[in-house]
């Protein structure tokens, strides 16, 4: 908050006026809909090009007390959590050929976690690991996936290579039908969801994309067999290509350094720059992990939740770029309507972009990567190579001006007017987060009846914490339909498989046949979310399209209802807790074996 007075300096009605015109230039019609599914450009795009191809085994026909889809850290944690509860008969079922969910997809170079290591790597006392620097790359986060798969003894319960095809209840059999692309079919009593928030890939609708003869892939399938190399070893087959990346948010963010370093020549198409502060990553001292007394995690965590809701708090012991966003401000909760905060936000963005002053050399290549929005309105990043990449004399930024990029040919993409010829595409344009949950899940859901999910959500989610909804009995999910969210999304998942863990651990001992929750706690839940949604709504209209924002789509009703709860991390895990301690089931109906 220091820092205001600058802010008032610079006049807040030209930054008003300045970030309208620039969001202006970036609405679209189509909003999220300007984005392709990228199995309509590639072929084969959702083969794993990690494991041998032709992969088949044996159908398996079992029963299990719990099926858990998803092997990212949403399955882990289930798995981990439920191993604590006694609570032992379960598989997992993945498509990918191991755990890591993210982490095993995203390979690209650069790729590394945004978040402080030692709160973003889940289980870190249960397993004894310290990672090895304050922000860990790729690699050594998916290690560290299958290290817990090692500990919690989850491989011998793992299916992979598998994709699930349909989930169906059967009522007579009170059992969730899971089947899969090897044609198995599991009973289970009980179906965690836990198939997670980004993995999903999007492609730009660019006109021409289809028609690109020269070679393009998507960060979250990178093709090192044509770039040569590896996560953590130069491209060496880059050094006499042209290559373009299309897209500027946090993975282009990270990869942009490394295909700059190792091609003839880089193209950054740019729609919208990211904010990029400081890193400072640094190796982890070990004096400080030797330090460190038991229930350090947890304090950790709190603290940084707490830090990024500007709540107060005695000391900051992350001290990094997350932390300092806020400043004492409380921008999760659509505080930036808030004439002080705003005036916070601005100061703040303006440091951002005087460091693009200070680092970038040439004038008009800095004006244009400076971000003309408050800070929130896109995932911050941070990183202490990106902006130099640009002072590199094989390096040309190409600024669309907000429009985006105008056409792709057989030999380059069309930025203008003007054609810049590129021997390889890199499309770094994320994930689809607004879009239908089963749809991003990839199988559809048919509950009591035979009714789908989607048709049960037709008009908009209906759920009890964004776990438990009506008409599909024991079942759980880790979703960000009117679940928790937060910057650091692996808390919110552990406290959900907390959750799961404990629900499901209460039905066998109650020997129950099913549960679901009632339409009154749905609609209390409903209420708890809207609640927490007055005052977003400004800030996310006034902001420059985004995932955030759902590409500045005004949204309606139904975007509404499957919007996530919005009171705070903190307050969500808060809610999970007091529902637990209370004990009753709140909420639920339950029906037991014996009452059948």
């Given at each position: 908050m220091s820092d205001v007075k600058t802010a008032v300096r610079i006049s807040p009605e030209a930054l008003r006026e300045k970030y309208r015109i620039e969001r202006d230039k970036r609405l679209r019609a189509d909003g999220p809909n300007q984005y392709l599914d990228p199995n309509a450009v590639f072929r084969d795009f959702d083969a794993d090009p990690y494991v041998e191809p032709g992969f088949t085994r044996p159908a398996i026909v079992e029963e299990t007390e719990v099926a858990i889809v998803g092997g990212g850290f949403g399955g882990l944690l289930t798995g981990a959590r439920l191993r604590q509860q006694g609570v032992e008969d379960f598989r997992i079922i993945d498509r990918a050929g191991d755990f890591g969910g993210t982490w095993y997809w995203n390979r690209y170079p650069g790729a590394a976690c945004d978040i402080?290591?030692?709160?973003?790597?889940?289980?870190?006392?249960?397993?004894?690991?310290?990672?090895?620097?304050?922000?860990?790359?790729?690699?050594?986060?998916?290690?560290?996936?299958?290290?817990?798969?090692?500990?919690?003894d989850l491989y011998d319960r793992a299916l992979f290579q598998t994709q699930v095809t349909e989930v169906r209840w059967d009522e007579r059999r009170a059992r969730w039908l899971v089947r899969t692309n090897h044609d198995d079919v599991l009973a289970a009593r009980f179906l965690v969801i836990a198939g997670g928030i980004m993995h999903k890939a999007k492609l730009p609708g660019i006109p021409g994309i289809e028609t690109f003869k020269g070679h393009s892939f998507h960060t979250s399938r990178w093709d090192y067999a044509y770039t040569g190399g590896s996560p953590t070893t130069p491209m060496d087959r880059l050094k006499d290509k042209r290559v373009g990346i299309i897209g500027t948010g946090a993975t282009a963010v990270q990869a942009v350094p490394n295909l700059a370093r190792d091609a003839e020549h880089l193209y950054v198409f740019q729609r919208t720059p990211s904010g990029v502060g400081e890193?400072?990553?640094?190796?982890?001292?070990?004096?400080?992990?030797?330090?460190?007394?038991?229930?350090?995690?947890?304090?950790?965590?709190?603290?940084?939740?707490?830090?990024?809701?500007?709540?107060?708090?005695?000391?900051?012991?992350?001290?990094?770029g997350w932390t300092q966003i806020s400043g004492g401000v409380n921008f999760e909760g659509g505080a930036a309507d808030d004439d002080q905060y705003e005036l916070a936000d601005f100061a703040r963005m303006e440091g951002i972009r005087a460091r693009i002053d200070q680092i970038v050399q040439d004038p008009a290549t800095a004006e244009a990567l400076k971000p003309w929005y408050n800070t929130m309105c896109k995932r911050p990043c941070f990183h202490d190579e990106y902006l130099q990449s640009f002072n590199r004399p094989n390096v040309t930024l190409v600024d669309t001006d907000g429009k985006g990029v105008e056409r792709i040919t057989p030999t380059g993409v069309v930025v203008g007017g003007t054609e810049y010829p590129v021997d390889c595409l890199v499309y770094a344009s994320g994930f689809e987060v607004s879009t239908g949950y089963t749809r991003r899940l990839g199988f559809e859901l048919y509950g009591k009846s035979g009714q789908s999910l989607t048709d049960a959500w037709k008009d908009g989610a209906a759920t009890l914490h964004g776990m438990y909804t009506k008409g599909f009995p024991n079942l759980l999910m880790s979703s960000l339909?009117?679940?928790?969210?937060?910057?650091?999304?692996?808390?919110?998942?552990?406290?959900?498989?907390?959750?799961?863990?404990?629900?499901?651990?209460?039905?066998?001992?109650?020997?129950?046949?099913?549960?679901?929750?009632?339409?009154?706690?749905?609609?209390?839940?409903?209420?708890v979310l809207m609640s927490h949604l007055t005052g977003t709504g400004k800030f996310s209209t006034e902001c420059t399209p985004g995932f955030y924002n759902n590409e500045g789509s005004l949204g309606d009703h139904k975007m509404a209802r499957n919007a996530p709860y919005a009171g705070g991390t903190l307050a969500y895990f808060e809610e999970l807790k007091k529902w637990r301690e209370k004990g009753d089931l709140e909420g639920l109906e339950v029906s037991r074996n014996s009452e059948a």
């Amino acid at each position: 908050m220091s820092d205001v007075k600058t802010a008032v300096r610079i006049s807040p009605e030209a930054l008003r006026e300045k970030y309208r015109i620039e969001r202006d230039k970036r609405l679209r019609a189509d909003g999220p809909n300007q984005y392709l599914d990228p199995n309509a450009v590639f072929r084969d795009f959702d083969a794993d090009p990690y494991v041998e191809p032709g992969f088949t085994r044996p159908a398996i026909v079992e029963e299990t007390e719990v099926a858990i889809v998803g092997g990212g850290f949403g399955g882990l944690l289930t798995g981990a959590r439920l191993r604590q509860q006694g609570v032992e008969d379960f598989r997992i079922i993945d498509r990918a050929g191991d755990f890591g969910g993210t982490w095993y997809w995203n390979r690209y170079p650069g790729a590394a976690c945004d978040i402080e290591s030692y709160i973003y790597l889940p289980l870190l006392e249960e397993t004894g690991y310290i990672p090895t620097e304050k922000y860990a790359k790729a690699a050594e986060i998916f290690g560290y996936c299958q290290q817990l798969g090692r500990h919690f003894d989850l491989y011998d319960r793992a299916l992979f290579q598998t994709q699930v095809t349909e989930v169906r209840w059967d009522e007579r059999r009170a059992r969730w039908l899971v089947r899969t692309n090897h044609d198995d079919v599991l009973a289970a009593r009980f179906l965690v969801i836990a198939g997670g928030i980004m993995h999903k890939a999007k492609l730009p609708g660019i006109p021409g994309i289809e028609t690109f003869k020269g070679h393009s892939f998507h960060t979250s399938r990178w093709d090192y067999a044509y770039t040569g190399g590896s996560p953590t070893t130069p491209m060496d087959r880059l050094k006499d290509k042209r290559v373009g990346i299309i897209g500027t948010g946090a993975t282009a963010v990270q990869a942009v350094p490394n295909l700059a370093r190792d091609a003839e020549h880089l193209y950054v198409f740019q729609r919208t720059p990211s904010g990029v502060g400081e890193r400072n990553n640094q190796p982890t001292d070990p004096a400080w992990a030797a330090s460190l007394q038991p229930g350090w995690q947890q304090e950790r965590i709190e603290n940084f939740e707490a830090l990024v809701a500007g709540q107060p708090v005695e000391q900051d012991l992350i001290n990094d770029g997350w932390t300092q966003i806020s400043g004492g401000v409380n921008f999760e909760g659509g505080a930036a309507d808030d004439d002080q905060y705003e005036l916070a936000d601005f100061a703040r963005m303006e440091g951002i972009r005087a460091r693009i002053d200070q680092i970038v050399q040439d004038p008009a290549t800095a004006e244009a990567l400076k971000p003309w929005y408050n800070t929130m309105c896109k995932r911050p990043c941070f990183h202490d190579e990106y902006l130099q990449s640009f002072n590199r004399p094989n390096v040309t930024l190409v600024d669309t001006d907000g429009k985006g990029v105008e056409r792709i040919t057989p030999t380059g993409v069309v930025v203008g007017g003007t054609e810049y010829p590129v021997d390889c595409l890199v499309y770094a344009s994320g994930f689809e987060v607004s879009t239908g949950y089963t749809r991003r899940l990839g199988f559809e859901l048919y509950g009591k009846s035979g009714q789908s999910l989607t048709d049960a959500w037709k008009d908009g989610a209906a759920t009890l914490h964004g776990m438990y909804t009506k008409g599909f009995p024991n079942l759980l999910m880790s979703s960000l339909v009117q679940g928790g969210t937060g910057v650091n999304v692996v808390p919110i998942l552990d406290n959900v498989a907390t959750q799961t863990a404990y629900t499901i651990k209460r039905m066998v001992d109650l020997d129950a046949r099913a549960f679901e929750p009632t339409e009154q706690a749905q609609e209390d839940w409903l209420c708890v979310l809207m609640s927490h949604l007055t005052g977003t709504g400004k800030f996310s209209t006034e902001c420059t399209p985004g995932f955030y924002n759902n590409e500045g789509s005004l949204g309606d009703h139904k975007m509404a209802r499957n919007a996530p709860y919005a009171g705070g991390t903190l307050a969500y895990f808060e809610e999970l807790k007091k529902w637990r301690e209370k004990g009753d089931l709140e909420g639920l109906e339950v029906s037991r074996n014996s009452e059948a």
